[in-house]
């Protein structure tokens, strides 16, 4: 079963904004995990998170995770249309050795 | 980070038979697991791959009707078995890492007709 939710479902922007999707989840986690997946192929890893950090930064991607209210954010900075694609949150959680549950996804598409 | 490999990439198939899908990773990797993406949703895990175990398999999830092997750190497979088309989706293996971070292989696209 899946663990939570994210929105938006979709986004569509213009190349050089910004795009910033939300994950929620329901359990307590070790770590949270997201992923980027084009035109239903293969999930490229993007950036994990730990439970105990509150920001991470990977090149154009800012991810902040908020343990109290159960909530992550990716933000894609001077978005690109190669940034078009689905992206997905996933939790580790506590008690589920390493499986993880996703989140629903964000369609997201740049448009030049 | 792990390179994974899956095959075959796509497979059209008949209702009533078998398939087998084979995923190998390039290093060795703690756990290894299975996942389902139905069209248009998320994924959702099929089981763990257990190294010379039997796998442990999700709620809705039986080993008979999805074998699985891992008889080494750095391989495993998935057979899909009786197919109908309600097992029409994309089948991707999973390797975690001793940093916790989890890779996919490209997936494996099944159409049952």
């Known amino acids: 079963s899946q663990q939570g939710e994210e929105d938006p479902q979709a986004l569509s922007i213009q190349e050089g904004e910004n795009a910033t999707m939300n994950c929620s989840y329901k359990t307590s986690i070790n770590n949270l995990q997201w992923y980027r997946q084009n035109s239903g192929r293969g999930l490229v890893h993007l950036i994990l998170i730990r439970s105990n950090e509150r920001e991470k930064h990977s090149g154009r991607l800012r991810v902040t995770l908020d343990t109290s209210k159960k909530s992550s954010s990716l933000l894609i900075t001077a978005s690109r249309a190669a940034d078009t694609a689905s992206y997905f949150c996933?939790?580790?959680?506590?008690?589920?050795?390493?499986?993880?549950?996703f989140g629903a996804g964000t369609q997201v598409v740049v448009t030049p | 980070s792990a390179v994974i490999s899956q095959k075959p990439s796509r497979d059209i198939c008949q209702r009533g038979t078998s398939l087998t899908i084979q995923c190998q990773v390039d290093?060795?990797?703690?756990?290894m697991f299975w996942y389902r993406q139905q069209p248009g949703q998320s994924l959702t895990l099929i089981a763990t791959?257990?190294?010379?175990?039997?796998?442990?398999?999700e709620s809705g999830f039986v080993i008979d009707k999805f074998p699985i092997s891992r008889p080494n750190l750095t391989f495993s497979t998935l057979t899909v078995s009786n197919m109908s088309p309600e097992d029409s989706s994309i089948y991707l293996c999973?390797?975690?890492?001793?940093?916790?971070?989890?890779?996919f292989g490209p997936g494996t696209r099944l159409t049952v007709t």
């Open positions: 791959a257990n190294q010379g175990s039997e796998a442990t398999y």
């Open positions: 996933a939790t580790d959680n506590q008690d589920s050795w390493g499986k993880l549950q």
């Open positions: 999973s390797g975690r890492d001793g940093a916790y971070e989890q890779y």
């Open positions: 290093s060795q990797v703690t756990m």
